[in-house]
């Protein structure tokens, strides 16, 4: 019953067709692409924040882009990072398919050398997700290239096994981190929702 009850809510909710049905197909589960109904959450979390400018660190075989896409403003552009050539190709060949190539600029590098080169305050949404060793390193980056208002997502927060260290460092610092509201959902293996607000010294000093 539970099966079937999932099966109609992806159905109604969470529809994968062309493009993306197709992607689905060719990515394998090893990349961990996000389920319908997260990339349905996804969808939500970029017409909530109004997202023109999204970065998905981990690209997913293209799954979470193509779930994003359509909800970014009409001329939005996705920046998807992807450190394996493997994956990197696979997100390509999905976004070709999908005819939205021209939104997204693909890099196939590692996150933290790429991170760093992003403009201050210019992107409405983040996502991470693929391994998760490296969520605590990119989070000072990521917390910069927020605007304020701005949506971080991090997939696969609470999953047990070796990377069991560095996802409580990066709870940690995101629970004690001053300018992002946090919570996490027990989906998707544990899935983090934060807003960027303003820094905490804006609006200290007015006119005198």
């Known amino acids: 019953m539970e099966t079937d009850v999932l099966a109609e809510v992806r159905r109604l909710i969470a529809p994968e067709e062309g493009a993306l049905a197709d992607a689905r197909e060719r990515v394998p589960a090893a990349l961990a692409p ?3 109904e997260i990339g349905a959450l996804l969808a939500w979390a970029a017409t ?3 997202a023109r400018t999204a970065v998905e660190i981990g690209a997913a075989g293209g799954i979470s882009g193509l779930w994003l896409l359509p909800h970014l403003s009409e001329r939005g552009v996705l920046t998807s990072i992807e450190p394996d050539p493997h994956a990197h190709g696979l997100a390509a060949e999905a976004f070709a398919a ?3 190539a021209t939104r997204v600029r693909a890099i196939q590098s590692d996150p933290l050398d790429v991170l760093p080169r992003l403009s201050d305050a210019g992107y409405d949404l983040v996502l991470l997700q693929g391994s998760p060793d490296g969520y605590a390193q990119v989070l000072p980056d ?3 290239v927020l605007r304020p208002g701005g949506m971080l997502l ?3 927060v609470l999953r047990p096994g070796p990377h069991a260290d560095a996802l409580a460092r990066f709870l940690d610092d995101l629970a004690n981190d001053e300018v ?3 919570t996490v959902l027990p ?3 544990g899935l983090v929702l934060a807003t ?3 820094d905490p010294d804006d609006g200290e000093h007015g006119p005198g």
Do not use: I
Request: net charge positive; proline share 12%.
């Open 34 to 36: 996000p389920d319908p």
């Open 142 to 144: 990521v917390r910069r």
């Open 180 to 182: 992002l509201t946090v």
């Open 98 to 100: 999908a005819d939205v």
């Open 187 to 189: 989906l998707d293996g």
């Open 48 to 50: 909530t924040c109004r």
């Open 154 to 156: 991090a997939r696969g």
């Open 196 to 198: 960027r607000g303003p």
